[in-house]
Nanobody
Framework: QVPLVESGGGFVQAGGSLRLSCSASRQIFSSYAFGWFRQAPGKEREFVGAISWSGNTTFYADSVKGRFAISRDNAKNTMYLYMNNLKPEDTAVYYC???????????????WGQGTQVTVSS
């Protein structure tokens, strides 16, 4: 059983918006902080952004800062990635991960989802 499940990917034109969701069990969601990563064809997986366990703090890669936003809904055990003003270079498979609350934004991820494809056309 996959511990995290992403949804919401799809095909969008440049300048458009998408919202990705990442759902987890209550046990996992209440115990971990979360983050988003992406991997484009032929490239390494890269950090997109993350949110603290409390949800009070977020941190983003420079490439998405000002365009993407992360939030979490503890009542729904779901984290979201709001993506605005999408660019063709945002095309990738997007993964959510659960990390230890005390770890850095980039490391300590122990659970992953299966990924969801986002394709942005020019």
């Amino acid at each position: 059983q996959v511990p995290l499940v992403e949804s919401g990917g799809g095909f969008v034109q440049a300048g458009g918006s998408l919202r990705l969701s990442c759902s987890a069990s209550r046990q996992i969601f209440s115990s971990y902080a979360f983050g988003w990563f992406r991997q484009a064809p032929g490239k390494e997986r890269e950090f997109v952004g993350a949110i603290s366990w409390s949800g009070n703090t977020t941190f983003y890669a420079d490439s998405v800062k000002g365009r993407f936003a992360i939030s979490r809904d503890n009542a729904k055990n779901t984290m979201y990635l709001y993506m605005n003003n999408l660019k063709p270079e945002d095309t990738a498979v997007y993964y959510c991960g659960a990390r230890f609350p005390a770890s850095s934004w980039y490391t300590g991820y122990v659970y992953w989802g299966q990924g969801t494809q986002v394709t942005v056309s020019s």
